[in-house]
């Protein structure tokens, strides 16, 4: 039987309940949180796991393609908000920047999104162009959202870690 199995960082309890609550509203009627150093694994077993998420498979993400079927992007674009907030939640932070230009300090919130994958990067990428949100890309794997604006607007739909 199909299982879905999501760590979640000891330091991040609002995102394990988070996580538990989603799996029991979209299919599960029971959810396992087996504790491991450092984490906790929130865990279904479901026959139908593989029909929500047809883009699992073998291998490494960056290695094999991960596009949206038709009836995930027609939530996305419905719903970009709640997906950004699972990628920067998943590999993604928000951070103070601090910057020293002739001589002055300067300290400003930006947020960080980092995947090895161009796929998800570019839902990253086509997510935040859904919600006018300026982004950059920092290294070929690396996406900033550091305007003051673009900031705010990410801070609405992402919110804190928990």
Not at 130 to 137: D, T
């Amino acid at each position: 039987m199909p299982v879905l199995r999501i760590s979640c960082g000891d330091a991040w309890p609002g995102l394990i309940d988070a996580c538990d609550s989603a799996m029991r509203a979209v299919l599960a009627n029971k959810v396992q949180r087996v504790p491991q150093q450092g984490c906790v694994n929130v865990q279904s077993y479901g026959k139908h796991w593989p029909c929500l998420f047809p883009q699992h498979g073998p291998g490494k993400k960056h290695e094999r393609q991960i596009t949206l079927a038709d009836w995930q992007k027609r939530i996305v674009t419905a719903h970009p908000g709640p997906f950004l907030r699972g990628l920067f939640h998943s590999d993604g932070c928000r951070f103070s920047n601090r910057v020293t230009t002739r001589g002055r300090s300067y300290v400003y919130p930006r947020y960080m999104f980092v995947n090895e994958s161009a796929d998800i990067m570019g839902l990253c990428q086509w997510a935040l162009d859904l919600l006018g949100i300026a982004w950059r890309m920092n290294r070929r794997n690396s996406l900033s959202v550091a305007r003051r604006d673009a900031v705010a607007a990410l801070d609405h739909h992402v919110g804190p870690k928990s």
